[in-house]
């Protein structure tokens, strides 16, 4: 990239500058080091990035590599959506808060859904005691799904779900609803997160074993090229990898990984690469390190495209575009002076906007405490809007690019990616690695060694293990009380005194011979859910036939 | 030499956020305890059983999703109730002050919360649990 003579009258005057900087006061720390861990040096220069071939490696935004950027006008064409994960109580308390979130100009909806809905337990299981409606919403069948969308344009909006292991039986919910407000389901946008891989490795919410459960997410995403083809089936989750406690390059090389298991079981059911790989998107961590994380998301799209279309032979541009949502980072929050929290999520959501994310979630002040309450997710809402429109950030393309440090860093997660991809093929492939815990290994090294930086103080934390303040917390948090689980045991006992259990069983017998054969598990699926079986029911009809998941030991 | 502490660490409920509990798994055994970690999701049933057949000194709970009002008591109780009520009880989690009051009235040892270090874990588990054993040899 630059010229032989240039380099070396660099070298030159660098050696004179080095000489003459150790003259001037010295480092107050120990060492100085990203997030995750890496050495920075004080300074980058043309050297950190010489040999790179500009348009090979960075390009333009819309084009192949797609290193600045997946559109060819990102935010002039297509301001990032503003869609903050919420759901909380009841049905319809969670509706009563959507409907909040878009009077103040929220652009796209996302559930939370409660843990026995995330596990597949009905609110009436043993297992869900002390736990409806507190992480989330609660959601036992189609009844739920309707209030919770009640008053709201599902033609219109865009709306993503967390759920993985039941993904199947939330899609067809939402698919019902649709069919009851008479809008197709080939109009319908939004996102599943339905990427079980990082259940295994990370979130801990799976039901089924890896096979049958990789067979749920491939008959969806069969059935959604013909009937939802609008919706993104899967979205890649880098961002519980890292609350895990992940480096950025961890996060970037174990989702991609996950990414490229999704393709090759795809490709092994005997779809085609273009028909679903145009609807696969990621989502990603916005943790503390600013630039660190920037660098992270341009590695992300550059490594995918280049694997879509040389290895696994994508044709159609589409199929190679790394689209992804990000959220802000849950870990980074602290209990202590939690306002603070407010400053941490601005900047981290910064750095998704400079990476060229394509939605984002800003994290609320007080969610290490609780749910958050209604002032907090507005200062949320409004910290994206102040980016969006005060800052500057979004009116030009990729603005870090050629920035000697930010591109010395995307090439180095590139690389270190790559070394971990070699390594888990190495092992036998992601399943094999979940199998082994070597994923989980990893995340939990790098999370150990996180907490002994922090308690030695070589890492500080404001308010935390410095600047700490004798306080009481004064934030007022949203307590779930327990009237919401029994509200709703009282709401699905009637609802299934009220459907026609005939047809019920009828369709869950359906189910289980589809499970049983080789049928499109999805398409039975949402016959059960029109006729109101409840989520409990479904899972309780899989889970005898696909066997329980169970996690090797760690210890 | 004096005898290892011995402590069951487990995860009850449905929330799977491990992140932390395998922390202190890992920085308790580098403090030379004995460590058992149950895994994910078991039940106070399966929690008081282990710790009563691992003979251990103190069981460490983690609870993030707000179920600790009910988790809590149904360990405790059941502890209790198996001849387990030597055993230390601590936890960790994000408890709200009041709900760590009612808690401690109750009989749990100590709930550490959120910005706790290793260290301070460490050294009151290092006191708490040798006293506690020396009361149950008084009684």
């Known amino acids: ?555 | 030499m004096t005898e290892k502490i011995r402590v069951l660490l487990a995860k009850p409920g449905l929330d799977g956020h491990d992140r932390g509990i395998k922390v202190i798994a890992a920085a308790l055994r580098d403090a030379g305890m004995e460590v058992i970690y149950t895994g994910l999701r078991q039940t106070p049933e399966q929690i008081v059983t282990a710790a009563i057949q691992e003979d251990v000194d103190a069981v460490g709970v983690s609870i993030l999703s707000g179920a600790h009002m009910t988790l809590f008591p149904a360990i405790f109780n059941l502890l209790r109730e198996r001849g387990g009520g030597d055993k230390l009880l601590f936890g960790g989690g994000i408890i709200p002050d009041e709900d760590i009051a009612a808690l401690g009235k109750m009989g749990v040892a100590r709930l550490f919360t959120p910005g706790a270090t290793t260290t301070e874990i460490i050294e009151w588990l290092t006191r708490a649990a040798p006293a506690a054993k020396k009361n149950d040899k008084l009684l």
């Open chain 1, 1 to 555: 990239m630059f010229d032989e003579s240039f380099l070396a009258r660099l070298k030159e005057r660098r050696k004179k500058w080095e000489a003459k900087k150790d003259g001037y006061s010295q480092a107050s720390r120990p060492r100085y080091m990203t997030v995750s861990g890496d050495e920075v040096d004080i300074l980058y220069g043309p050297e950190s990035i010489d040999g790179r071939d500009y348009l090979e490696k960075i390009g333009f935004p819309g084009e192949f590599p797609y290193t600045r950027g997946v559109h060819y006008t990102m935010y002039r064409g297509k301001p990032w959506t503003m869609r903050q994960f919420s759901g909380m109580g009841t049905a319809r308390q969670t509706n009563e808060r959507y409907h909040y979130l878009l009077r103040e100009g929220q652009t796209g909806l996302s559930v939370a859904f409660d843990l026995p809905t995330l596990m597949g337990y009905d609110s009436d299981h043993e297992r869900s005691h002390g736990e409806v409606g507190k992480c989330g919403v609660v959601v036992d069948s189609l009844a739920d799904m309707e209030i919770i969308f009640d008053g709201i344009d599902l033609g219109a909006i865009s709306t993503s779900m967390t759920i993985n292991a039941p993904a199947s039986i939330l899609l067809a919910m939402y698919v019902g609803v649709a069919e009851k407000k008479g809008i197709a389901s080939h109009k319908l946008t939004g996102t599943l997160q339905n990427d079980i891989l990082k259940e295994y490795i990370a979130q801990k919410e799976w039901i089924y074993p890896p096979e049958p459960s990789i067979r749920l997410i491939t008959d969806m995403m069969a059935f959604c090229a013909d009937h939802v083809p609008k919706w993104n089936t899967i979205s890649i989750s880098g961002y519980h990898i890292r609350e895990a406690g992940a480096t950025a390059a961890q996060e970037l090389a174990f989702t991609l990984a996950d990414g490229f298991q999704y393709v090759e079981s795809a490709l092994a059911a005997g779809q085609e690469v273009d028909t679903f790989a145009p609807r696969l998107s990621f989502f990603f961590n916005a943790h503390q390190d600013f630039f660190e994380e920037i660098a992270k998301y341009r590695a992300a799209r550059r490594i995918w495209a280049r694997r879509m279309r040389d290895k696994y032979k994508a044709k159609k541009e589409q199929s190679w575009l790394l689209r992804f949502h990000t959220q802000t980072a849950g870990c980074s929050l602290t209990a202590q002076q939690p306002e603070n929290n407010l400053m941490r999520t601005a900047f981290e959501a910064l750095s998704g906007v400079l990476g060229g994310t394509q939605s984002l979630h800003t994290n609320s002040m007080d969610e290490t405490l609780a749910l958050p309450s209604e002032k907090a997710v507005l200062l949320a809402l409004r910290t994206q809007q102040v980016i969006m429109h005060e800052t500057g950030v979004a009116n030009t393309i990729d603005p870090l690019a050629g920035s000697y440090f930010i591109e010395h860093l995307t090439d180095k997660l590139e690389s270190e990616a790559e070394a971990y991809f070699a390594e888990i093929e190495r092992r036998g492939g992601v399943l094999q690695c979940i199998e082994e815990g070597y994923l989980q290994r990893e995340i939990a090294k790098s999370a150990y060694r996180y907490q002994k930086e922090i308690e030695r103080k070589e890492r500080i934390i404001v308010g935390v293990n410095d600047y700490v303040m004798k306080e009481k917390i004064v934030i007022p948090v949203l307590r779930i009380d327990e009237t919401v689980a029994r509200d709703q045991l009282v709401a699905l006992h009637k609802m299934k005194q009220s459907r026609d259990n005939d047809k019920v069983k009828r369709t869950l017998a359906d189910l289980a011979a589809c499970a049983r054969g080789d049928g499109n598990t999805m398409t039975a699926i949402l016959d059960c859910v029109r006729v109101y079986a409840t989520e409990g029911e479904i899972v309780d009809t899989l889970r005898p036939i696909f066997g329980e998941y169970q996690e090797p030991p760690m210890f």
